[in-house]
């Protein structure tokens, strides 16, 4: 049996996570927050589930253009090593910068902004989205004459280091200060403060900050976060609403250069009024009040906890088993996780359809079971869950959330 070696590094980093939250108890330290991260290691979760489905389009990209449009031939010895993780350094600056400096790419980066804490959990906060406009960028590796096989392998290592950038439980590092990206130097580049914005872009060697001038040192504390606070952890939300802001942005600028001058230009050429207008549309104005009231219940952190780790095991064991999971159901299982993350982020939020997400999931569930086991009698089982949702219209969806929020009746009826 051939196993994907890869999907250790899903419980790997999750040790080192909660090696961390050790530490940063041990200092006295209070860097983690169950919200802030939950909806950390969501978009961490649907980022390694999807780009599961993605990572061969990639290289096959990389491999592609080698073959057809390659300058030079760059042999696989150790200066070729060392040439490409350079290269593929520089490139990750100036994909970087421009994504702080570009709306189109701003609006896929902001999610690994969004977090008002700063810990590994943060390091989770990488969209699919993210990892499709990275690939257009390092495309030029293979173009330059580095095969694709060394291409995935080094950005296998470089994608490694920066996890470990994203800490406040270790200081400055002396000498190391002035070549490597440091936590001191990614903790400014996090930072809302006036003074470190758009500031340090490197991913593993500071030089080429200090080369190109967006090089701060971290003086005095930062304070994480986007410059306008999210104030949400909906998954969906955190997802889309970059992309929401700048189409309407676009949508009502007159004439096409205009239109273009928004997709192409500067994040603070966007009106923020946009955001004000779209929250009050799609996000429920009391969701944050309410969520801050109930999140301290322990039975409301040990289910979303539970789904939470429920998701990750499901996750590892479909990478895992990646090449004997038949497609039907990969599909299933990751439609099943996909509605999970979406869930706990409801659920962080105390949203009224919550529900319907879990009846969603319930239905996967059958799915999946009837296509592995093809038992006829599994329509019928399904046939009469189909008919106890009458429950819904009843006490069910009051008993949800009695059990859940731990709310009691009739403070479930006034905050649906």
Known sequence: MH?????????????????????AKWQKKNYFHFNNSVANLNVGIAERLLDSFTVGIFYFVYKYLHEHYALFEIPANAWGWIGLLIATDFVWYWYHRLAHEINVFWAVHVVHHQSEDFNYTVSARITVFQAAVRTGFWAILPVIGFPAEMITTILLVHGLYP??????????????????????????????????????????????????????????EPVYGLTKPLDSHSFLWQHFHGLLEVLVAAGRATGWSAKLAILFGKPDAVDPTIRQELESRFLSASAIERSAAHYKSRRFRGYVAGQLAATLVILFTLLLFDQYVPTYLQFLTALFILLTLINCGALLEQRQWVLYLEIGRVGVLWLAIYGLLGDPILIILGYIGALSLWAYFSLLQKRYFQLVYGLGLRSVDKNL
């Open 3 to 23: 196993f994907n070696w890869l999907a250790f590094a899903v419980p790997l980093f999750l040790f080192f996570m909660g090696l961390e939250y050790l530490v």
């Open 163 to 220: 996890f470990f950038i994203h800490t406040r439980t270790i200081g400055k590092l002396g000498w190391l200060e002035y070549i490597l990206v440091t936590p001191s130097h990614h903790r400014v580049h996090h930072a809302s403060n006036p003074q470190y914005l758009d500031k340090n872009y490197g991913d593993m060697f500071i030089i080429w900050d200090k080369l190109f001038g967006t090089f701060a040192e971290e003086n005095e």
